[in-house]
């Protein structure tokens, strides 16, 4: 809504602004006594690090394949990202088992973002379709290393609230420095100048206001979403986001005056339909396992 709204078109400075607040949220939360910071060893900072890579080239590419590709094909490829998390799963040093109920479940949550967002315009490069789908790929392995980081065969011990504690100064460096290398900084002050000009000293109260807001949604997401890789399976988070997906098409109607078509209604239905069905089998599954008593 800041780059829609405001037009404040620098998605690089955005998502550092969002590290900010991770940041500066996390040192509060830290300070009062909330949560206690681990100290960590090298082992743990230098696989932070790497992790913190993974999660930076993952938002790269993606803003990248974005300059290629059009947003209606970009989110039909990545909601692909629960095949491709089941896929690095299953190939990982600790492979889950699914039964054939929950691979069937991953059907309408796929095919329903497609529908979503039918009738938009298709357009690509091949350039940008390998971009889209490496950053697919990316987007789902950032996933199943965080479940293995949190909860896996590498688990650091780390609590949630300690995992974003640790990164998100690594994240804010990192996108930070992409912004420089991207030319964002000087373009954004010159729009701040600009905008400043339009009017008096409140003309930049919008605008500030939306980032921080924006800044502060961002840290509670990051909150939520860190816990809930603590709690739940790699899978389960990549259905949440397909999920997110038609939810966020439902709402950008609703505050852009945008129709939805029939068939992207019934692409909206089948994906959270699909959600719910996964939810419902994995449940029904945990319900029966923890039912089961040994024979003695």
Known sequence: MVLQWHRFGFPWLVT???????????RSLAYTGYFTPAVLDRHQIRLLWIFSVLYTINIAVSNVSLHYVTVPLHQIV??????????????????????????????????????????????FSVLGFLLTLLGTVLAATKTVVTNSILVGKYKLKLSALDLLYQLSPMAFVQTLTWAFVAGEISPALSFLNGYSKDGNEQSRVPLYTALAVNGAIAFVLNIASFTASKNTSALAM?????????????????LFNVSLSPIGTFGVALTLAGGAAYSAVRLTERTAKAQVKPIL
């Open 78 to 123: 990545r909601g692909t990202v629960p095949v491709f998390a089941v896929a690095i799963s299953l190939v990982s040093a600790d492979p889950p088992k699914y039964s054939l109920k929950v691979y069937l479940s991953l059907v309408p949550v796929v095919v329903g973002v497609g529908f979503a967002t039918y009738g938009d315009k298709y357009s």
């Open 16 to 26: 550092a602004i969002h590290n900010l607040s991770c940041v500066i949220g996390m």
């Open 238 to 254: 990549t259905i949440t986001g397909n999920v997110k997906v038609v939810l966020t098409v439902v709402l950008g109607c609703i």
